[in-house]
């Protein structure tokens, strides 16, 4: 427990060993823990941002979707109305075509039967001319009568 | 363990002899040089290794462990030391480390390496009798390890208090306080010399003598039989504290007094 050259040995040592640590050991470590300390700071502080931007986003998001909302209402509301209306308006048209077709019908049906009572008198007269002429070619002269049977034609 | 041909005292006195190569002071503690050497490589070897493949990325265990110590240093020294040095850090660490591993031998059971050096000296022939194998294996416990490294320290408060202050601002400090008057220079001197011897002497007693009453007790321990078991793991226990403080305080102090060499009063 003497104090002898170890005291010289050990102190080279130590130097030695500081000199080591303070040349190859201690500025690695130390830049690494620096660097990756900024880097930790940084990722926290692109965290930070990324949530607000996230928040805003979805803030607008929704104001988006209630925008939208309220327009898609809307539209319905104008789709049902206009539908609404055409509804009313076909058959507002259908009715008058139906007026239109019937009124037609009728119209057909009056001329129609014009015409065929028409033809039937004629028909009746020459038949009723051809009854009397059969009669008459019997008992009288067709041109002592004429006059009668002339007469007869124009009543019917 | 204490072996049938030995006396308690020898044994002790067995146990705190340095394997000593040469005469007079320059006289070598081989087994001091080498453990504190191996240990010193331990350290640095380990260190490098976590340094080589350092990157801002994920760090392993291990390379965790050591930026863990790296940073609890760096932060001692910045909170002690303000302004800019490339040597107070490294330094710092490697004096914590250091006397951390060295301190540690303390806790390996005080027969097993000295009984291996003295079978293991025997069976290589270098002695004729194991009993002169002589091993100490913690070197905190030799004075010249703790002077070697306060003296170093010493060497520094030096040569930062001229590197911040000038030769002038030296030797003014030295005078010139606490008293400030040129007839009470030789009393300041006295004062000032006595604050400046004492900070190396006591780092290194401080060091020194805690470890060695720690390894003393050890040794008492190991002899007072099969009792020895739970009492040596309480002292342990403890003693892991003494080990890991010490090597602490040596550091902080280390820093505290090179901040104070480089700053005005």
Known sequence: MNINATLIGQTIAFIVFVWFCMKFVWPPIINAIEERQKKIADGLNAGERAQKDLEKAQEEIAEQLKEAKQQAAEIIEQAKKRGAKIVEEETQRGHEEREKIVAAGHEEVASERNRAREELRKQVAVLAVTGAQKIIEREIDKDAHSDIVEKLVAEL | ?265
């Open chain 2, 1 to 265: 363990m204490v072996s049938g041909e030995q006396t308690p005292t020898q044994y002790i006195q067995h146990h705190l002899q340095n394997w000593t190569v040469g005469e007079g002071f320059w006289a070598v503690n081989v087994d001091t040089i080498f453990w504190s050497v191996l240990l010193g490589v331990l350290f640095l070897w380990s260190f490098r290794r976590v340094a080589k493949k350092s990157s801002a990325g994920v760090p392993g265990k291990w390379q965790c462990f050591v930026e863990m110590i790296v940073e609890f240093v760096d932060n001692s020294v910045k909170e002690s030391f303000h302004g800019k040095d490339k040597l107070i850090a490294p330094l710092a660490l490697t004096i914590f480390v250091w006397i951390f591993l060295m301190n540690l031998m303390d806790l390996i059971p005080v027969d097993w390496l000295p009984t291996a050096a003295m079978y293991g000296g025997y069976w290589l022939g270098f002695v004729d009798d194991p009993h002169d194998v002589y091993m100490k294996v913690v070197p905190t416990t030799d004075l010249n390890t703790t002077f070697a490294l306060s003296l170093s320290v010493f060497a520094l408060i030096i040569i930062y208090s001229i590197k911040y202050k000038g030769v002038k601002g030296f030797a003014k400090e030295m005078t010139l306080t606490p008293f400030n008057h040129w007839a009470l220079m030789p009393v300041n001197f006295v004062l000032e010399s006595i604050t400046l011897l004492a900070k190396p002497a006591s780092l290194a007693l401080r060091l020194f003598g805690n470890l060695y009453a720690g390894e003393l007790i050890f040794i008492l321990i190991a002899m007072i039989g099969l009792f020895q078991l739970p009492a040596h793991f309480a002292w342990a226990v403890f003693h892991i504290l003494v080990i890991t403080l010490q090597a602490f305080i040596f550091m902080m102090l280390t820093i505290v007094y090179l901040s104070m060499a480089s700053s005005e009063h």
